[in-house]
């Protein structure tokens, strides 16, 4: 299976990349099969993700599925977000080849700590797996 449409655009056109530097967490996850890395930055209002950005070391489908992604959760709760699976950000791409999925959707992993890292600068807790459902791999 080759790379779709959506895979394509968000690839050669990525959204929301970037440094931010008044970021309120930022989170980063990289996969040691591939190498892919992507760190997450988030501003957060309310508990909504009011803005997110991110740079990402990766193949195509690493930088697609982070930029599908990071659409896919600005304006949502904090909780709403953090539900989103690799799945979800697979399918809102129209699918990616076997084999992708797992290493180069790694923007949901990187998320949650960055989430982590606002939460604990607020002195809030930490989000375990026991408070949402387990991602489905």
């Known amino acids: 299976m080759a790379y779709g449409r959506k895979v394509m655009e968000h690839f050669a056109n990525p959204r929301n990349v970037g440094e931010m530097k008044d970021a309120d967490g930022v989170g980063r996850f990289g996969n040691t099969v591939d190498g892919d890395e992507v760190v997450l930055y988030i501003k957060v209002k309310d508990d909504v993700i009011s803005d997110i950005s991110f740079q990402v070391f990766g193949c195509a489908a690493a930088i697609a599925s982070t930029s599908m992604f990071t659409e896919m959760v600005k304006g949502k709760s904090l909780e709403a977000a953090?539900?989103?699976?690799?799945?979800?950000v697979s399918e809102a791409l129209d699918g990616l080849p076997p084999g992708k999925i797992g290493c180069s959707v790694i923007a949901p992993d990187a998320l949650r700590a960055a989430i982590n890292d606002y939460l604990g600068r607020r002195g809030r807790?930490?989000?375990?797996?026991d408070e949402i459902p387990p991602m489905r791999r």
């Open 82 to 88: 953090i539900r989103l699976t690799k799945e979800d």
């Open 125 to 129: 807790g930490f989000i375990t797996g």
